[in-house]
């Protein structure tokens, strides 16, 4: 698949490593792969997200001859050279690395290790609890002005 001489397993393998830390995912495409190759990847990675397997084989469908002239959900693996040095490698996990090592977590997730004395799930806090007014007693009784000790503004009754 593109430029990073992948094949539809090797990608679904990245896929698969990423599932395993058993954390919440949501997949999405990228761009700029060949109409034959978009439909085996995300057919094959769908199937390795949901635990489900596949036959290599195609069903006949509609468009059974953009698959052709094997019909397999799989490719031959490519002979490519790959020019990936491992210096080269290394070079770019270090960068994305230190990429990474600024992102600040997004707030606004409750994150719940449980683990008790954890940051990331703080031991309640005691708070005053209010206790609840006439209004708030039976919500089926209707509750006149008097009980609420509420006042009518003048405006209110116009009309």
Known sequence: LGC????VKGHADCVKYVRSFGVPMLVLGGGGYTLRNVPRCWTYE????TGEEV??????????????????????????????SPEYLEKTKSQLLDILSDVEPVPGTQIQTGQ?????????????????GPEEVNPDQRISRDDTGRKDHPSELAG
């Open 4 to 7: 990073f001489n992948l094949s």
């Open 46 to 49: 769908t199937s390795v997200l």
């Open 116 to 132: 008790v004395d954890s940051q990331l799930n703080p031991r309640g806090m005691n708070m005053e609890v209010d206790q609840p």
């Open 55 to 84: 036959k290599d084989e195609l069903p006949f469908n509609d468009y059974f001859e953009y698959f052709g002239p094997d019909y397999r959900l799989n490719l031959p693996v490519s002979n490519m050279e790959n020019l990936n």
